[in-house]
């Protein structure tokens, strides 16, 4: 029941852009987005709603394709501040699933 | 409101005893969950409370973990025998639902020798 997310770890320059895909087995009908930085809690980014987009902050947004079960990070310009471990995270109330991980770390 | 806080922080215990962790989430959000999360790995379900009911527990967890959310507002969990493998950081959090993603608390390491 665990999303998938790929890819595990990416390495970019400042300015760079970044892709971070996730995908469950199951439907999906909202997903949500956090970054964790080392020793810290996770963070929420921001949440998509079955059949909508929404845009995050800074230059980091989002799409979810329920058909194809997936969702996309997209992280624009990528600054230093970006480092961390991005999580997608899915389910009903009651249950709610946090994917595999994706490591990504903006050197200058 | 300060957040979600948990307490304590950290936590070394033997393997054996029992230890209680306690999480106060936002006042305002009636759900609330725990998670495990180990070092690389995401966040690992463990239970969720609506209000003061447990409506879900993982099949994942072991009857040595009990939860409780007495009159809605802050919640335990208890690990009875602690053993090796429960070493791992504990993540409390909270949501009022709908579009409101998940606040999370900073969390309790424990330390099982």
């Known amino acids: 029941q665990q999303p998938v997310q790929s890819p595990q770890a990416v390495i970019l320059r400042e300015g760079e852009d970044a892709v971070i895909n996730c995908s469950s087995s199951?439907?999906?009908?909202?997903v949500h987005w956090y970054r964790q930085k080392h020793g810290e809690a996770p963070v929420f980014l921001m949440i998509?709603?079955?059949?909508?987009e929404q845009k995050g902050h800074d230059k980091i947004s989002a799409s979810f394709n329920e058909k194809k079960q997936q969702s996309s990070l997209y992280l624009t310009a990528s600054q230093l501040s970006y480092s961390g471990t991005y999580f997608c995270g899915t389910g009903t109330g009651n249950q709610f699933y946090f994917g595999t991980g994706t490591s990504l770390t903006v050197i200058p | 409101d300060t957040g979600v806080s948990q307490d304590p922080r950290h936590k070394i215990t033997k393997r054996g005893q029992n230890v209680t962790f306690r999480c106060d989430p936002i006042s305002e959000h009636n759900r609330l969950y725990w998670y495990r999360q180990t070092l690389g790995q995401g966040p690992e379900f463990l239970t969720y409370f609506q209000n003061e009911a447990q409506l879900e527990k993982s099949r994942l967890l072991s009857d040595r973990f009990s939860a409780e959310r007495p009159k809605g507002s802050f919640s335990t969990l208890e690990i009875q025998r602690t053993e090796q493998g429960d070493s791992a950081m504990y993540l409390c959090a909270s949501t009022g639902g709908g579009t409101y993603g998940y606040t999370f608390g900073s969390g309790t390491r424990l330390t099982v020798v």
């Open positions: 998509l709603l079955k059949g909508g």
């Open positions: 199951k439907a999906l009908y909202s």
